[in-house]
Every structure is written in structure tokens, then in C-alpha cells.
């Protein structure tokens, strides 16, 4: 799944540059990386697929359009990427209701709130 950037704005951009498979399951790939710069209140997001593809009882996916509006709402509190995780994963496990999850669902969150003060 590639990574969100979600703006101190409320705008989310997904990172298509640099990439390849999931780490360690090809061995020497010449993975490829990308540059971009996190502002203050910005949160980047890497996950797994399942949480976007996480499925309710009636095989409906959660998917990114149930995702961003979380981190958009989240957009300029990257002070706490702890609760922003929770979050997520609360909302997945609501969707899913009673249906057991089909696959891993794993978050990484890294947000930077600005250069500390002197």
C-alpha cells in the first residue's frame, strides 16, 4: 500500500515515488527512494493492505474513502500520531463489526510538529 501524506491542511497525497515489493520478500531488489518535506502538523502514514482492504460482513471493503476523511480531520494535530492510530484501527474494527479480519493490518505513523524550540 503506498504511504499517505496527509497536510497540516486536510490534504492527503499519496506517495508514488520510490517503492517496491514489502521488505525481505525479494532478495537484493534495488528498491527505489523518494524525497519530499514534512511541515510542521504533517502526519505520513505507511500501512499494510489490510487496512485498507478490510472487509464487513457483506464483503464491502473500508478502502481509502472511509481512511482519508480520518486523516484529514486529524490534519494539523501530528502532536499525537499515537491517537491517530488508534483512531484508525478503532474505525476499521467498526466497520468490520463481526467479520474476522482477512489479513495483517499494520500502521506506521510518523508525524513532525517543527523544529524545537530554543
Known amino acids: 500500500e503506498p504511504p499517505l501524506l496527509a497536510r497540516r491542511s486536510g490534504e492527503i497525497s499519496v506517495i508514488n515515488e520510490g517503492g517496491g515489493p514489502p521488505l525481505?520478500?525479494?532478495?537484493?531488489?534495488?528498491?527505489?527512494?523518494?524525497?519530499?518535506t514534512l511541515l510542521p502538523g504533517d502526519v505520513l502514514l505507511l500501512m499494510s493492505d489490510?487496512?485498507?482492504?478490510?472487509?464487513?460482513?457483506?464483503?464491502?471493503?473500508?478502502?481509502?474513502?472511509?481512511?482519508?476523511?480520518?486523516?484529514?480531520?486529524?490534519?494539523?494535530?501530528?502532536?499525537?500520531?499515537a491517537a491517530l492510530?488508534?483512531?484508525?484501527?478503532?474505525?476499521?474494527k467498526t466497520f468490520e463489526a463481526s467479520a474476522d479480519p482477512a489479513d495483517d493490518q499494520t500502521l506506521v505513523i510518523v508525524s513532525w510538529r517543527g523544529p524545537a524550540a530554543p
Open 85 to 92: 492510530g488508534h483512531t484508525i484501527l478503532a474505525d476499521v
Open 24 to 36: 525481505c520478500v525479494m532478495d537484493d531488489f534495488p528498491y527505489e527512494q523518494a524525497r519530499f
Open 50 to 81: 489490510g487496512i485498507t482492504e478490510a472487509m464487513n460482513s457483506g464483503g464491502a471493503r473500508y478502502g481509502r474513502d472511509r481512511l482519508n476523511p480520518l486523516l484529514a480531520a486529524h490534519g494539523g494535530r501530528s502532536a499525537d500520531a
